[in-house]
């Protein structure tokens, strides 16, 4: 008979041997990431066939389901999330679709700024920092505060953010960062402060009223997903990386392009301006039309001055002092 530290040494044993059988598996996607400190090293895996096993599982019973969100579709198309979901599996007389608008009035009560005097999105070329640092500078003189600037990475986030409070002394600034929301508690109280945030504040947030009037996008590249194992091998799906763009990445890109505006105009009384800042956004950008499109129907400009003379025009004498 084995001692009893052998014993538990082959238990062990057999049990990693168990586990490592898994890799013998060609349906399943693995990489190694670091979550949390450094050297505390994970292996995390998904199947390949993941929408196809949620279809399976969520989709082949006599189950109603109600799937509703305002970001899921992309102009009134809903294929991306069925794709993501497993739904191809679902008959079409099973599956009933309806895209509404906005209930609220966007054509009257916001402005669309789209930067055309832009950099190439590089957060690692100091003269793209430099551009965008202006640009939001006069943006938030120009709605004197009242704003949330939206970055994509918290590197552009941390640096635009640390020019400006050097620049600007008469309007709070707030900087959100990893894991801390109380930046959030105190641009609510300032009343016309400016929160510098990324992550989490693309979605879920409601800021209502005057306190937050001016949605300033800093996209870099736009606000498409951060490559991962998952996207690469997504890539590898597709005949061409233009098919891959048009069917995964731009739908990704104009879902949470949504969210973001979300933030803005939260009841009928809200009146707004929204700035976009990437070149590709611009009038001659690869990415013009599928931008408008995805956001509501609003005036655009290019002109700072009509952000003023629109804030002039829709609000309050007290929202300037």
């Not at 995390?44 to 399976?56: H, N």
């Not at 899921?72 to 099973?94: H, P, S, T, W």
């Not at 202006?134 to 505060?145: H, K």
Request: charged content about 25%; overall charge negative; some cysteine.
């Amino acid at each position: 008979m084995l001692p009893e530290k052998d014993r538990k040494l082959m238990v062990d044993i057999k049990r990693n041997i168990r586990q490592m059988k898994i890799f013998n598996c060609c349906d399943i996607i693995y990489w190694l990431e670091e979550p949390f400190s450094k050297g505390q090293t994970t292996l995390a895996s998904v199947p390949i066939t993941l929408s196809k096993e949620l279809g399976q599982d969520l989709w082949t019973n006599d189950i109603s389901f109600l799937l509703t969100s305002g970001t899921i579709a992309v102009d009134g198309d809903f294929n991306y999330i069925k794709n993501e979901l497993g739904m191809k599996q679902v008959r079409k007389d099973r599956i009933i679709e309806i895209s509404k608008g906005t209930p609220f009035n966007f054509e009257e009560n916001c402005l669309l700024y789209v930067a055309e005097n832009m950099e190439y999105p590089d957060y690692d070329n100091p003269k793209y920092i430099a551009n965008i640092t202006d640009e939001v500078e006069r943006l938030i003189r120009a709605s004197n505060g009242h704003g949330l600037v939206l970055f994509t990475s918290y590197k552009p986030l941390r640096l635009v953010y640390q020019n400006l409070n050097e620049r600007i002394m008469e309007i709070p600034l707030f900087q959100m960062t990893r894991g801390r929301s109380d930046a959030i508690n105190a641009f609510r109280a300032s009343g016309k402060g400016v929160l510098f945030a990324t992550g989490s504040m693309w979605e879920g947030v409601n800021i209502p009223g005057d306190i937050l009037s001016h949605l300033i996008i800093c996209y870099v590249k736009l606000p498409f997903p951060i490559p991962d194992p998952i996207s690469e091998y997504e890539k590898t799906c597709y005949s061409s990386i233009d098919d891959y763009l048009n069917s995964v990445l731009i739908p990704q890109m104009l879902i949470k392009l949504k969210q973001g505006a979300g933030r803005l105009i939260r009841n009928e009384t809200d009146t707004d301006i929204i700035s976009i800042l990437d070149s590709r956004a611009g009038a001659n950008g690869r990415y013009h039309e599928v931008v408008l499109v995805a956001l509501p129907k609003c005036s655009i400009t290019s002109d700072i001055q009509e952000i003023k003379q629109f804030l002039r025009l829709m609000k309050d004498k007290t929202y300037f002092e």
